[in-house]
Structures are given as structure tokens and as C-alpha cells.
């Protein structure tokens, strides 16, 4: 990940992604339902204390938090750190590459949900399970991780939209793709949703 870029980003990156999911296409198409659709789900936790993985500009924490909800949250960037924090100046936000785990200050923290909104691709594959089944260890009983992204049922799905967009598709990403995922979390009776044809919604319970 380039922090440097998403810092140069950071100022027109609400705008973009809104624009792709309005023309309904790669890579964002369905943003704005999968941020309705984690958000709806959190509400049925009300006051959670909410751990948010790669945060952003902050566009779905901040409704969290104006409604009373605990965040914490990692992001790389520090522009994106800085106008997070400015959005929400009592949530404890640390700039920090979470796709390397979590760091120390957090390790013997609890959460009631931990949620991920278009980020998790910036975790390698051969991470992806060790990441969420870390994140999983710090869920309280009665917890939920919610990981929304640019995401994918199967290998197949995936292959169809890497040839509709073509030289658009970005090889540098890490796309979840559920089907490739599930075997290495199966104890964990993970539930996937698909959103659009390439967003969609990774869900995990702690009993």
C-alpha cells in the first residue's frame, strides 16, 4: 500500500468513488449499499464499542459515532488520519497498516464489533484468514465483524469482471473472494452477501 497516495487522494476521494458506484461500475458499483447495508447491521448493536479497519475520510464511522457509538480504528494514511480525526475528535484512531495485524495498544482491547469498509484488498490473500481470525480473537461474545469490500463469490465472478473492465482492472489489489476464503474460516460459520457484481459483504458472529 501507498500511503503517500492515499494521502494525495484523500481530498477527492468521496467524490470518485461516488461517481464510479453512480455510473455502477468497477470497482466501486454498489458502494453506497454496502455502507447502508454495514451500517443497518451495526444499528442493531446500539452504543458497540466499534473497532473500524482502514477507516478513510471517516464517510461511515462518522454517522457511528455522531450517534454515540466507541470507535477506535487503524488507517496508513495519515492525511485520512488527520481528517478522520477532525470528524470525530474523541475516537481513538491510530495511523497504522492494519493489513500487518494489529498493534500493541490494541492487542488486549475488546470490541463488540469490528468492521471493515473497503479496505480488506489491501490485505494480501495469503493473509486474509490470519487477519480475520486475529481480529476475531479481540470480538467480544456476542460480537460481529462486518468486512464490506470489492468482493467476489467465486473464482469465476471474479474472472467475468477482470474481462468486462479490462485494462481498467488493477492487479496491485487483493480481491476477497468467498469461495477461495471460506475453508480457512469455516469454523467460524462465516455468511457472505453479495452486493453488486463486484461488492459484497463478509459477516462472522461470535457466540
Known amino acids: ?50 473497532l473500524d479497519l482502514g477507516f478513510g475520510t471517516a464517510r461511515l ?32 484512531l491510530f495511523c497504522f497498516d492494519f493489513s500487518q495485524g494489529l498493534p500493541d495498544v490494541l492487542k488486549d482491547k475488546r470490541f463488540d464489533i469490528i468492521l471493515s469498509s473497503y479496505a480488506f484488498h489491501h490485505v494480501p490473500d495469503s493473509l486474509k ?28 465472478a471474479l474472472t467475468l469482471c477482470k474481462g468486462d473492465v479490462g485494462g481498467e482492472w488493477d492487479e496491485d489489489e487483493d480481491y476477497m473472494v468467498f469461495s477461495s476464503l471460506q475453508p480457512a474460516i469455516a469454523h467460524l460459520s462465516p455468511r457472505y452477501e453479495q452486493i453488486s457484481h463486484c461488492a459484497g459483504i463478509l459477516t462472522v458472529h461470535k457466540v
Not at 480475520?132 to 468482493?151: F, K, Q, R, T
Open 1 to 50: 500500500m501507498d500511503a503517500a497516495f492515499f494521502d494525495r487522494w484523500s481530498l477527492e476521494y468521496d467524490e470518485d468513488v461516488i461517481a464510479c458506484d453512480e455510473a455502477n461500475l468497477y470497482p466501486f458499483a454498489g458502494y453506497r449499499r454496502t455502507l447502508e447495508t454495514l451500517l443497518n447491521e451495526i444499528q442493531t448493536k446500539p452504543g458497540a464499542r466499534v
Open 61 to 92: 464511522t462518522k454517522k457511528l459515532y455522531e450517534i454515540g457509538y466507541n470507535i477506535s480504528g487503524l488507517d496508513f494514511s495519515p492525511e485520512m488520519c488527520r481528517i478522520a480525526q477532525e470528524k470525530m475528535p474523541k475516537a481513538r
Open 129 to 156: 484468514h490470519e487477519r480475520i481470525l486475529e481480529w476475531y480473537s479481540v470480538l467480544n461474545p456476542g460480537g460481529m465483524m462486518l468486512i464490506g469490500d470489492i468482493a467476489f463469490l467465486n473464482e469465476h
